[in-house]
Antibody, heavy 120, light 108 residues
């Protein structure tokens, strides 16, 4: 069974840093593009970042560019999101999601999410 | 950035009726359009990709159509489990993926 399990969400002060992790299982991790998508309380979905199957290409939403860094460790079947200079507007449920392959950039499997709260 | 606009924001439908949801792109996304369903307290679930291809395990009552800038998700006969929020997402500009604001399908 394909499974994605996020962790690392906590309450952090504005300006702080945090690293989210996503543990993948049930598929050949290094064959797939991976994404982070977030959802602020009561709001819609916002794509945050994607990373190619080999980690060689990364892209970010303008709202997080320069502050967040996506990475992956294919030897550990894990995806990460390093979040720096956090703002109150970064408060959200953060989902890890899998792409359908090395190309095509929709999300065919989602984790349950981890909650990040940025508050003083 | 490609802006995705969904309408209506809320759709009130009786069980067994047909629901038609719209998604418009600010510029052409070809057929690179996906639809997701999200129920309260749950992660989104992929319904449709390539504008019209149902994902694995998705019932035939869900269908997608359109290309370019205008897309439609149709639920032919609403079941109780279909009341949820639906999002469209373009992946034509894969360097800057964008979602629509969502359509909530509620019981009339």
């Amino acid at each position: 069974e394909v499974q994605l399990v996020e962790s690392g969400g906590v309450v952090v002060q504005p300006g702080g840093s945090l690293r989210l992790s996503c543990a993948a299982s049930g598929f050949t991790f290094d064959d797939y593009t991976m994404h982070w998508v977030r959802q602020a309380p009561g709001k819609g979905l916002e794509w945050v970042s994607l990373i190619s199957w080999d980690g060689g290409s990364t892209y970010y939403a303008d709202s997080v560019k320069g502050r967040f860094t996506i990475s992956r460790d294919n030897s550990k079947n894990s995806l990460y999101l390093q979040m720096n200079s956090l703002r109150t507007e970064d408060t959200a449920l953060y989902y890890c999601a899998k792409g359908p392959g090395r190309s095509y950039y929709y999300m065919d499997v989602w984790g349950k999410g981890t909650t990040v709260t940025v508050s003083s | 950035e490609i802006v995705m606009t969904q309408s209506p924001a809320t759709l009130s439908v009786s069980p067994g009726e047909r629901a038609t949801l719209s998604c418009r792109a600010s510029q052409s996304v070809s057929s690179n359009l996906a639809w997701y369903q999200q129920k309260p307290g749950q992660a989104p679930r992929l319904l449709i990709y390539g504008a019209s291809t149902r994902a694995t395990g998705i019932p035939a009552r869900f269908s997608g159509s359109g290309s370019g800038t205008e897309f439609t998700l149709t639920i032919s006969s609403l079941q109780s489990e279909d009341f949820a929020v639906y999002y469209c997402q373009q992946y034509n500009n894969w360097r800057a993926l964008t979602f629509g604001g969502g359509t909530k399908v509620e019981i009339k």
